[in-house]
């Protein structure tokens, strides 16, 4: 079994800083891309930044500037800095990674379970 399990959300005011980490555990064989995705109320979810596994990363325009996304490989975790935080990034925030377990020849998309993200003074 694989689990991506999420940490680091919470309330902040505008303009300031979270950073969300997230685990990969489990029966691991070798992890692609890693990524963050958001879905604030009566929106799709959509991409906020993704980063390979050479560490090449791309960002949704929302957001280029303001937040970062790192992965440590030895630890299976990818982190999302996020500086200038607005209002408009309140939502729930998921962390997605394509893996490849052991006992598997393919690789397959994973979720977190979110974690709430409010900016709000």
């Known amino acids: 079994q694989v689990q991506l399990v999420e940490s680091g959300g919470g309330l902040v005011q505008p303009g300031g800083s979270l950073r969300l980490s997230c685990a990969a555990s489990g029966s691991l064989f070798s992890i692609g891309v890693m990524g963050w995705y958001r879905q604030a109320p009566g929106n799709q979810r959509e991409l906020v930044a993704a980063?390979?596994?050479?560490?090449?990363?791309n960002y949704a325009d929302s957001v280029k500037g303001r937040f970062t996304v790192s992965r440590d490989n030895a630890k299976n975790t990818v982190y999302l800095q996020m500086n200038s935080l607005k209002p408009e990034d309140t939502a729930v925030y998921y962390c997605?990674?394509?893996?490849?377990?052991?006992?598997?020849?393919?690789?397959?998309?994973?979720w977190g379970q979110g974690t709430q993200v409010t900016v709000s003074s």
């Open positions: 997605n990674a394509n893996i490849r377990s052991r006992d598997d020849f393919v690789y397959h998309d994973y």
């Open positions: 980063i390979g596994s050479t560490s090449s990363a």
